[in-house]
């Protein structure tokens, strides 16, 4: 059974590869009567596009979105409507270079999946990663983007920012202006030391990890005790991106060094005082903010050369060339918010069906 | 849909609450043939079983466990074998005291489910937190102890220890030593002191949070990406744990402040240098041990006085009574034990399904 | 991935054999809130009690229902409601008798699932067919009845009744006289051929097949295109009954001999003339009543002696002894219902989900 | 949850309306290595293609496949090979005439999901049916088509043809004559009829139904009870083309009339005495060929005037233009064989997912 759906109610398969056709996304679930306004939705896909200055890859992928189902424009409306039937998405490639990757048919990339993939497959599309690819991201911010829009009929949002990248970590959180620089981070300061620290990698040909938060207004009761709980489904959507590896929820590993009465969120009639559950209690949304943040990798595409072995499980070196982002920080936000919003818009419609009336 | 079933080939739906009948399992796709020991199983559940010390309840809950279908003892063997129906498990409550928690049935307890079970469901269970009480996870260590017996087939093994408790971190790592003291830590002079802090601050009444460290020994090949990569599996099935805010893989949130050069593994002919990716590339296992830690929080039922509400929204002072345990270390170690099982043999049951003849 | 769950919003687990401990069935998915009065669950196990007849053994299970969890009883009220969390159902064995099994430890029983069993599971349980027994069906009408409670809230109910028995057909269709014969035949003429034919074929030592009508007032909407239709589920759901090995839907098999001008349900301001459909267009409910019809075969348990082979493979005569039903027909009745509640009630919940509000 | 997506191993989701920008499949859980032979897939296209003849409307579709993602030639190779990675096909739509549906827009069309789907999804595609077109189908034959190349692997094949066609029934059933008609049917006498049949009856303005009979070999041991049997997911994945209004497995709904010392097929060391079991027992695949007849009903779409009401509910005459087949038979044939090769391949792998190796 592979893995290529997300969700449960609005469930999200996504397909394609690197350097092949392209990528896309069929959504299965999505309610009947929702307007997706292309334009909208395309500038969602604008958000993830490389080629905006020094962290990201000069490359550039239009990412221009297709939909080719499950849309209808109403007699006297302008814009389409869902119309209950699955969404098919895609996003053809147009700018790859296949020949770049030839150096890399017979040898491993360390912190890649090159060798994972051929221990699980006995085959490898060795063209940039295949399957592993960031790019596939483009299917899942797509989709997110449709779920965007259902969740706007529910009042509920989601923003991720940088908290931290390259060891530079925010000092204040000022949600106002992270449109002002090119890394979404909440504190002006600190975005201008990460500009300075990106510059420095790079000249040394390595690459950055960081860490992203990201909240959401959510209304109480969402998440399905006990396996589906609000803050599983969560972990489970934002792991699923390639360079994460770790999740924490609200005070997360602080909690280790923390006592009951100083980590319960009192109640009081005006609602919670402090948010150290992250706004889910025993796997439900409790209405409260829902704080989330994932650790993000260095990307494994570095320009120093590195020790690694070839099919023949002989010893190499490898330099692996090509044009690459210095990090996955930023383009990996809205990937961070497109997995929430998934979760979130699985699990309203997850939560819809129980809502049914009783005596 | 509710969320109450874990896993895609070996699945495992839990049902039960502290203060009714029981709880229970009933696992559908475990391999026909395998041999279940009943003694091994109850072994298994001893382990999580409170009363043991300090930093546990002196509640004594046998939780005898109960196998009631799916297994046939074949002719002239001694022991019941799997027969490839579904495997269903109860415990049976013998030690329910419902009327401990009458003074509960109006208020909302800080750091509980109480309020978000009530959001969603609109009617509450208020008796020890019905589904959401930590009873709920003898189920899961029973089913755990199933799988643990399909790994045994497969070569693999996973360990849990705790690596830290209530701001007490171990400072050198000697599985050898985890079952000589009650808190399975690797370090026993950290031990000593971790009992200490347990008895510092059971006398404040409050509780204590810590970390543990899960490794498992598995075979390249297992995971599904995009979605059901191997750590984001791993990550749900473990942040579905109650206490659980935060999972890292590897380096974890160490990555945040790495260069690419320091994080990527290299890869020699006799393995990889170093495991900073935890055992995981790009979804797939990759042969390398896999390293998991979670977050565990304080138990959210203290004994000092907290400020709460009550079903009027009316502000309250509450007082948790009852007997509880300091920290849901040890007793969460053989929770998270049976998570990453019940996650490893569901994926090497899905692998084994692409596992399949070609020309 | 075996296939011991039914059901996708309202999901049925079942569990047991004929011959172990006893059988259940765990329900994820149940809205909270619905009263389940144990008395009328119970009067539902009742319906499928054996030994009320001739067409029926002689052996008395009394199918005493026990609930194990996901039910409260809120302050105030007699009857427990249903939580939202799993609802546990158990059926304990009481009278079964392995010894007389014995004799086909090494044999496989023409028309049985013997030999299917042991070429798939390499193991097989032969006390009674294990698994495979008529037993399993116990648990199906418990959770059906429990899918009862759930759709009265939707005004929804279902009735089946039996139209040919042992080659004796229905002449005339009078549902208020079906509780009036052990047959739930609507034919009251009828039921006494059948009633004859019953005795006839017993004394032959052999057994008779059926047909089976269905009936559903259902509102329209029901059903999810396209491969979840709702005639899809519903053929999945009664072809899932051991003895069925036909399936229609409104004119049925009748419409190969139809021209489209005939078949056509012509739709007037006051509904539809006629019902070829059988309720179902385009694989949603109309609003029309549901009509299925289910062919039954043959009990293959006969007295009579047959060609078999055992575990060798070699050629021998068995007589199957022991107490057995001349035909599944009546007793496979409530059967037909549960899985038609079963099937309605998940697709009720499932609609629920896309009847999300829209701008 | 809509349920737009078909299996559990080999899970095949479709999209597209008859009058969009085309339709599609995407197909997770294909094993890696499995060679795909473009002209093979496209020559299986074909075979659903209209336009052949007078059974069939003189529309052309090319049904031109495209295959978009997860394959790959390995270097040496001529044939693209499966990586284990989804599998996306596409079939852009070319001649479409919405105009024609325009005097649709407000009219529901007499036995057509027309009502159902505005019951349900509360907004409606009129063009052509949408969604419920028979278009949909095209997307399975392509999946179906991947399914056999698969199948192949492990030595199953599956063939369907006609059995009855307006009234004409086959006398003879010799198989090698099925592709020398345009019917698939395997009496080249009653093919004849069945054309005279057909011409009378387009003359008419009328559609015909007719019976599709379906065989497979396919080895013991497929099947997962007790709610996926092998025959309840045939019937499941049949009922689910539209035109199916009935299902049967071997003697199916003659099992009526039978005994069970008639109905029963006795085991012989050779094997099978008989096959009224259709190849399947206890849900089982027990290596006799598996044999299911499909009732088809007569095409909807006539030129005859017929009574109907708008959207207004007011009653109006309805006489649906455009050029339309007079029976679903045969284009239906290779549908029916890709939902059974579908549901085998899905069994197949699911099936092998226990095939675990024990003690």
Redesign the interface.
């Known amino acids: 059974?592979?893995?290529?759906?997300?969700g449960?109610?609005f469930?999200v398969?996504?397909?394609?590869?690197s350097h092949?056709?392209?990528?896309?996304a069929?959504i299965?679930?999505c309610?009947?009567?929702?307007?997706l306004d292309p334009a909208f939705l395309q500038a969602e896909m604008d958000r993830r596009r490389p080629g905006q200055g020094g962290a990201s890859s000069p490359r550039k992928e239009p990412d221009q979105l297709?939909i080719?189902?499950?849309i209808?424009i109403?007699?006297g409306e302008d814009l389409p409507?869902?119309?209950?039937?699955?969404?098919?998405l895609?996003i053809y490639n147009k700018d790859a270079h296949s020949k770049s990757y030839d150096t890399l048919?017979d040898i491993?990339r360390?912190?890649?999946?090159d060798?994972?993939?051929l221990?699980?497959?006995?085959?490898?599309?060795h063209r940039g990663?295949?399957?592993?690819s960031a790019r596939?991201t483009a299917a899942r911010v797509a989709a997110g983007a449709v779920a965007r829009q259902?969740l706007e009929?529910?009042g509920i949002d989601v923003l991720a920012y940088t908290v931290?990248l390259?060891?530079v970590k925010i000092t204040e959180k000022n949600l106002e202006v992270i449109n002002d620089n090119r890394f979404f981070c909440p504190d002006a300061a600190a975005a201008e030391k990460m500009e300075a620290r990106v510059d420095e990698?790079r000249r040394?040909g390595?690459?950055?990890?960081?860490?992203v938060e990201i909240v959401a207004d959510c209304p109480?009761?969402?998440?399905?005790?006990?396996?589906?709980?609000l803050?599983?489904?969560?972990?489970?959507?934002l792991?699923?991106i390639?360079a994460v590896?770790?999740?924490?929820?609200?005070?997360?590993?602080?909690?280790?060094?923390?006592?009951?009465?100083?980590?319960?969120?009192?109640?009081?009639?005006e609602g919670f005082?402090g948010n150290n559950?992250?706004g889910?209690?025993?796997?439900?949304?409790?209405?409260n903010e829902i704080v989330i943040r994932v650790?993000?990798?260095?990307?494994?595409?570095?320009s120093?050369k590195?020790?690694?072995?070839n099919l023949a499980?002989?010893?190499v070196t490898i330099q692996v060339g090509g044009r690459h982002d210095i990090s996955a920080i930023p383009r990996i936000i809205p990937v961070c918010e497109a997995m929430v919003r998934l979760t979130l818009v699985d699990h309203?419609?997850?939560?819809?069906?129980?809502?049914?009336?009783?005596?």
């Open positions: 059974m592979a893995g290529n759906t997300f449960k109610a469930r398969t996504t397909w394609g590869e092949g056709t392209g990528v896309g069929v299965d679930g309610p009947p009567g929702i307007v297709e080719l189902s499950g209808f109403p007699e409507r869902t119309t209950g039937t699955p969404i098919s895609a048919r491993f360390p912190g890649h999946g060798i994972s993939y221990a699980k497959y006995g085959i490898r599309d990663g295949g399957r592993a596939e259902v009929q529910a931290a390259g060891g990698v040394m390595d690459t950055l990890g960081g860490i109480a009761g969402l998440g399905e005790p006990v396996f589906d709980k803050e599983a489904e969560l972990a489970h959507g792991m699923s390639g590896k770790g999740v924490e929820i609200g005070a997360g590993f602080k909690v280790a060094d923390m006592l009951g009465s100083e980590n319960n969120d009192a109640i009081t009639p005082e559950a992250g889910i209690l025993a796997g439900i949304s409790s209405g650790a993000v990798k260095p990307i494994p595409s570095i120093k590195q020790q690694s072995v499980n002989e010893a309203l419609l997850r939560h819809m069906s129980i809502a049914f009336p009783t005596e």
